[in-house]
């Protein structure tokens, strides 16, 4: 499975950003795909992950500002961030698991204050 993230930039607080992830190879055994992300100085963080089936996981981190989607193919994700604070700024990245973990190589957001 390779993933390809792209979407990131610079935006004011209060602004909003559309992350996107594609996914190719063999995804037939993915068992969830999710966006993690990682400050400077940080551990990586979930942010939110969809399973196989359908069931959505939004950690509290970015509740009621940030929604997980995916499209019918399941061979795209979406991250769609509103109301962005400078605690948003770090390097998102997109995930997949199957038997391991996958990652994209990340985008960056920078919120400016």
């Known amino acids: 499975v390779q993933l390809q993230a792209s979407g990131g930039g610079l935006v004011q607080t209060g602004g909003s950003l559309r992350l996107t992830c594609i996914f190719s190879g063999n995804t037939d055994g993915i068992k969830s795909m999710g966006w993690y992300r990682q400050a400077p100085g940080k551990q990586r963080e979930l942010v939110a992950d969809v399973s196989s089936g359908g069931i959505i996981n939004h950690s509290d981190a970015g509740k009621g500002r940030f929604f997980i989607s995916r499209d019918s193919t399941k061979r795209t994700m979406y991250l769609q961030m509103n109301n962005l604070k400078p605690e948003d700024t770090a390097v998102y990245y997109c995930?997949?698991?199957?038997?391991?973990?996958?990652w994209g190589q990340g985008t960056q957001v920078t919120v400016s204050s």
């Open positions: 995930n997949a698991k199957d038997w391991r973990d996958h």
